[in-house]
């Protein structure tokens, strides 16, 4: 047997970021209804209660439609202002957020003035990432069983021009129209190179 003399061995270290990947996020701040959605929405079961950052770590679900097809949504982890800055370790949740294509906004319509949860998460998107808030979107709003719900909505509607839908994920009323919104905007499902 012949043996013929090696190389000098490489040495290298490399560090990994895992990110989720999902076809849409559930965008909001903090104890807005994100997780509880995700459930009525889905077969997963991502942890619900009452105070917030009860969700620490994204979870994925996938929403199932007759034709078979699959489409997956990221639960993420609430933030706050100033999660650019990585306070409440946004940066971490807007990096999950980055790998999915179509943005679901999730509001506490029953909280004064929704449509500055708004305005303060595309401000948090856009200073991460330019133009990020623009990708394709949707703004889910949610606790509309809640009394006070109802008039925000109408001031909601009349501040902005994006597609509103209004949903409880409590009493699940309405999640059909969000599942075929959810539907329309995944058939036209952007190009990863042409998203901002
Ligand atoms: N009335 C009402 N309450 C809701 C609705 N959706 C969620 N909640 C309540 O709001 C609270 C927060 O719900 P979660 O689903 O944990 O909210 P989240 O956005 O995932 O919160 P974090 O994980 O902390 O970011 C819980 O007490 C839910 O029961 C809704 O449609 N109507
Ligand atoms: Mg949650």
């Not at 270290?13 to 889905?42: C, D, W, Y």
């Not at 807007?94 to 999915?100: A, D």
């Not at 506490?108 to 401000?123: A, G, K, R, V």
Request: overall charge neutral; some cysteine; glycine content about 6%.
């Amino acid at each position: 047997m012949r043996a013929t003399e090696g190389q000098q061995g490489q040495q290298r270290e490399i560090q990994l970021e895992l990110r989720t990947m999902a076809h849409a996020a559930l965008v909001g701040f903090p104890n807005v209804g994100k997780s509880s959605l995700l459930r009525a929405i889905s077969k997963a079961r991502p942890a619900v209660a009452a105070y917030p950052f009860t969700t620490l770590n994204p979870h994925v679900g996938i929403v199932e439609y007759r034709d078979h097809t699959q489409v997956a949504v990221a639960d993420i982890p609430g933030l706050i202002p100033g999660a650019h800055l990585n306070r409440g370790l946004g940066l971490s949740f807007l990096r999950h957020i980055e790998r999915c294509r179509v943005l679901l906004y999730v509001l506490d319509m029953s909280s004064p003035e929704p449509w500055e949860q708004f305005q303060q998460l595309c401000f948090e998107l856009d200073q991460y990432r330019p133009l990020f808030s623009q990708r394709p979107h949707a703004i889910v709003a949610n606790k509309m069983d809640l009394p006070e719900s109802r008039a925000n909505l109408e001031a909601l509607r009349e501040r902005i021009s994006q597609t509103v839908i209004p949903v409880s994920a409590l009493t699940r009323g309405n999640t059909g129209e969000l599942i075929l919104h959810l539907r329309e905007m995944y058939d036209s499902y952007p190009q990863a190179e042409t998203l901002p």
